[in-house]
Structures are given as C-alpha cells and as structure tokens.
C-alpha cells in the first residue's frame, strides 16, 4: 500500500528534511531540469494524456502483483493482458501519437515482449515482499520509493539479497 501524504510527512520531519526524493524526480532532475520545474515546482500537469506506457506499465505491474499476492492463477496473467490490452486500445492510447506506422512498429515490439514475459515468466518460490517501501539517506537527502520484489535467494552458497524492478518501458533484446 502506498504511503499517504501525511506518513510521507512523517518521515520528512523524522529525517528533518523539507523534501523527499524518489527515482523518478532525481532521473527526470537529471535529464530534464524544465520538466522537473514544471512538475516538481510549479506542479504542472503534463498534457500527454493518450499515451499507452503508463497505462501499459502499470496494468503489467498490478498482474504481476495479483499473481504473488495470490489474486489471479500463473495462467491467468496472459489473459489479463490481453484483456488490459483490448481496453486501451480501445482507448486509442498511443505508444508514438505522431506516426502510425511507427506506433504500430513499436506496439508489436512493446506487446509481444510483455507477451513472452507472461508466457514464459518463471516464478520465484523463494518468501518475498511486493512493493516494499524503502528509505535511503544519500549524505543528507531522503530518498523513498517501492521496491517492486524484493526476496532472499537462499540457493546459493552465501545468501542473496534481490531487488527486482520490473521494467516495462524497455524492449528485451536478450
């Protein structure tokens, strides 16, 4: 469950900070300074609202999530993307909204990618957490966010700690 705006505050003032900071604000930050104005400052809205990556990702993440958290069956995940899939396309959200011909390119790699992910994804039977909450103090800046699966890999000879961060934004090439 996500943490509400007051926890969220909570933590602020435990690490006395005025700011917390995540992945997605420090990355946007980094590669574009206007837009982490727009967004993080002046907390302008962003006017991309047919795009299907968000939606798409998002719509994988909580399939992944429903099938460790025992809400659907292994078998089920594919069927619950195509299903996800339909509703957006209906939607007519778009992976490129300026050409056609490469919107279609890019949904034939994107879908058939999370495709083979549902087909073939192998599940980890080790205990885990989904979307665990986690806080990183870097020299005096608080950074929280989610860790998408987090588990300890006990068939190796010495333990392993493992975050996994499913990313549904880039295309497989292995």
């Known amino acids: 469950m996500r943490k509400s705006y007051e926890e969220l505050n909570k933590i602020k003032k435990k690490y006395k900070v005025n700011v917390l900071y995540s992945w997605s604000k420090y ?7 206007w ?17 299907i990556y968000c939606v798409s990702g998002g ?3 909580t399939i992944i999530e429903d099938f460790y958290n025992g ?8 069927d619950k993307y195509e299903d996800d899939l339909l509703t957006m396309n209906l939607a007519e959200l778009k992976y490129n909204r300026n050409d056609s011909d490469q919107n279609e390119k890019t949904a034939n790699k ?10 073939n994804h192998q599940p980890i039977t080790f205990p885990h957490k989904i979307e665990h909450f986690i ?16 588990h300890i890999d006990k068939s190796k000879e010495h333990k ?4 996994t961060d499913w990313k549904t934004s880039t295309v497989y090439k292995g």
């Open 71 to 78: 809400k659907i069956k292994y078998e089920d995940m594919i």
């Open 35 to 51: 837009e982490y104005y727009l967004k993080y400052i002046k907390h302008i809205k962003e006017d991309r609202t047919n795009s």
């Open 59 to 61: 719509n994988a993440h």
């Open 135 to 150: 806080i990183i103090n870097v020299d005096g800046n608080i950074f929280q966010g989610y860790v998408d699966m987090l």
């Open 27 to 33: 990355h946007t930050y980094k590669t574009d300074t």
């Open 160 to 163: 392993q700690v493992v975050i």
């Open 110 to 119: 994107y879908e058939n990618c999370l495709r083979h992910f549902f087909r």
